[in-house]
Nanobody, 119 residues
Framework: QVQLQESGGGLVQAGGSLRLSCAAS????????MGWFRRAPGKDREFVAG????????YYADSVKDRFTISRDNAKSTTYLQMNSLKPEDTATYYC????????????WGQGTQVTVSS
């Protein structure tokens, strides 16, 4: 069992930055591919970014490529999402997830953290 807890959300103006953190506890270490997803109001949850177990191969949705950076610190069991050049359309609840492999349906989800970008 893995528990995931996100933090770092908030309100920011367009063009600003935020860094989200996802702390994992339980059966952790580098056992899982880690990902970030988001759900905007009235929309389905969508993939944002993912990173492999060793942390050297990140991948992104086209909508955030070159603006967001995912990273992980396995010693701290924490995954990060650095979000720069934020746009109002990035407003959503952001969820951390643990996956068995890239592209898999996540096995574990965090409860989410709200990001609101004002124009």
């Amino acid at each position: 069992q893995v528990q995931l807890q996100e933090s770092g959300g908030g309100l920011v103006q367009a063009g600003g930055s935020l860094r989200l953190s996802c702390a994992a506890s339980g059966r952790t270490g580098s056992s899982y591919v880690m990902g970030w997803f988001r759900r905007a109001p009235g929309k389905d949850r969508e993939f944002v970014a993912g990173i492999n177990r060793s942390g050297d191969s990140p991948y992104y949705a086209d909508s955030v490529k070159d603006r967001f950076t995912i990273s992980r610190d396995n010693a701290k069991s924490t995954t990060y999402l650095q979000m720069n050049s934020l746009k109002p359309e990035d407003t959503a609840t952001y969820y951390c997830a643990a996956l068995l492999y890239k592209g898999a349906i996540p096995t574990y989800w965090g409860q989410g953290t709200q990001v609101t970008v004002s124009s």
